[in-house]
């Protein structure tokens, strides 16, 4: 009798254990967070994941071959517009200018004695046509001989050749000196390239020369990029490419803060289409940079696409799937109840609603230990 009162006790221990744990897993009110129906602003956002570039940017390199004598600058480091940032050996085309200008005062040099030949050669012919204007007229008068005549004529005629040729020279000469002047400033050009400088300002992104290396033209010595010209560039589906559009407002999540928001403005939306992603690239210019950043940084781009104001709305955190439909569960008399919803725009934080909800209901949402155990019919209880 004993052993059989202990049976008894036995199960009624387990059925009191087994109808508490039956309780609470499937008829103890459920603890949800409930949220209502309410009026307001909707900003439907479009998802890009992209990348931080730079849209200006160069290789700085040497316009003639040489040896680096000198960086000024290094990785980091801010420059400004026709800045200094290296130099390349010069003593050779220091050479060659000195020989260039020396050509050019030997030009000069040239064609002062060329101008007093022709001098010289001008006075030699006026001289030459008195002395045979006078002969013209003492031969009229048969006073001198025709040979006589004859010889002023010829001296004349050489006068005139030599004025001529002094003419020519000085030409020559001015030449000359344009020659010698181009070639000077050749020189100097080139001994100007031997000075490297910056063609914007800027961040000098990678340094890839020593002192000492021989560099020639196109050879990087720098990399630089314009720091006003920071975009993040992103890929976006194609099927949402009749939205995307110049001049939209978008926020930018930069993976190094993903707790914070940068604004942004759409600047250019690619024409083209990768044919393996099926997507399109959005450039991106934020209104400002995180105090940390870095080209090729990753980000997310979220693109403003459209407005609804006054509109009803749900946190887009409490809509859920049934059945391969949207809907939320609502709070009807203490117990969950599924609703299948109609949503129109979706925003970050809110989803529009169409049909389906009235302003003011409760949408209730579990917690992850208690998600799976919210169903219709459940009942619930609010703890916030």
């Not at 009624?12 to 039956?22: R, T």
């Not at 479009?46 to 000024?72: D, F, W, Y």
């Not at 099926?278 to 105090?291: I, T």
Request: aromatic share 6%.
């Amino acid at each position: 009798m004993r052993k059989y009162s202990t049976y008894i006790l036995r199960s009624l221990i387990v059925a009191a254990i087994v109808g508490i744990v039956f309780y609470y897993v499937k008829l103890a009110p459920i603890p949800v967070t409930a949220l209502s129906v309410t009026r307001g602003s909707v900003e439907a956002e479009v998802l890009g994941a992209g990348t931080v570039i730079a849209h200006t940017r160069a290789t700085i390199s040497p316009k003639i071959q040489g040896r680096l004598v000198a960086l000024t600058v290094d990785q980091n480091d801010t420059v400004a517009k026709d800045q200094l940032l290296a130099r390349l050996d010069d003593s050779d085309l220091r050479e060659q200018q000195a020989i260039a200008q020396a050509n050019l005062e030997a030009a000069h040099a040239a064609y002062e004695r060329a101008g007093a030949d022709q001098k010289r050669a001008e006075a030699v012919r006026v001289r030459a046509k008195l002395e045979y204007d006078r002969q013209a007229q003492l031969r009229a008068k048969q006073v001198v001989p025709e040979a006589a005549l004859d010889e002023s004529r010829e001296s004349l005629q050489v006068g005139e050749a030599e004025e001529a040729r002094a003419a020519a020279a000085i030409t020559e000469a001015q030449k000359q000196i344009v020659a010698a002047e181009r070639t000077v400033d050749y020189q100097n050009a080139k001994l100007a390239d031997t000075n490297v400088c910056s063609p914007f300002n800027g961040l000098i992104t990678r340094r890839d020369r020593d002192v000492g290396d021989i560099v020639v033209p196109g050879a990087s010595i720098f990399q630089l990029i314009s720091t006003k010209d920071i975009w993040v560039s992103a890929w976006v589906d194609e099927s949402l490419m009749a939205t995307v559009k110049p001049g939209q407002r978008a926020r930018i999540v930069f993976r190094s803060e993903p707790g914070k928001d940068y604004e942004g403005r759409v600047i250019r939306v690619s024409p083209e289409v990768d044919p393996e992603t099926r997507e399109f690239l959005v450039d991106v210019a934020p209104e400002r940079l995180p105090p940390r950043w870095a080209v090729r940084q990753r980000a997310e781009v979220f693109i403003v696409t459209g407005r609804k104001d006054n509109v009803l709305r749900v946190p887009a955190k409490m809509i859920r799937w049934r059945d391969g439909r949207a809907g939320v569960m609502v709070d009807e008399g203490g117990r969950a109840t599924w609703r299948n919803v109609e949503f129109g725009i979706t925003g970050r934080e809110y989803v529009e609603v169409v049909k389906g909800l009235a302003e003011n209901e409760a949408v209730v949402v579990a917690g992850e230990t208690q998600a799976k155990k919210l169903q219709p019919g459940r009942r619930v209880v609010t703890t916030r």
